[in-house]
């Protein structure tokens, strides 16, 4: 998933039951859909020059959706990201 900003990190689905991605094109929009759940949800703790992670016994589930749909030309582009 090609985003100009880092807005979900994936390597945050640690120990998935499931994972459901679909990816394709619908004439002008490419859409990006992600579904897991997860049984041991991870945390990290960010600091200035490292990370820490924590894994944990909570359960989480995880949906991210994201619809880009090209403009004028191949280089404008209009989209939106949620999760």
């Known amino acids: 998933m090609e985003t100009g900003l880092n807005l ?3 390597r945050m689905i640690n120990n998935p039951l499931y994972i459901l991605k679909l990816t394709g094109r619908i004439s002008n929009s490419d859409l990006y859909f992600l579904s897991s759940y997860d049984e041991n949800s991870l ?12 894994t944990t016994s909570k359960k989480s589930f995880i949906n991210i959706l994201r619809l880009k749909r090209t403009l004028i030309n191949q280089e404008s582009y209009f989209g939106f990201f949620c999760w």
């Open 8 to 10: 979900f990190y994936t």
């Open 43 to 54: 945390y990290i703790i960010p600091f200035e020059n490292a990370s820490f992670q924590r």
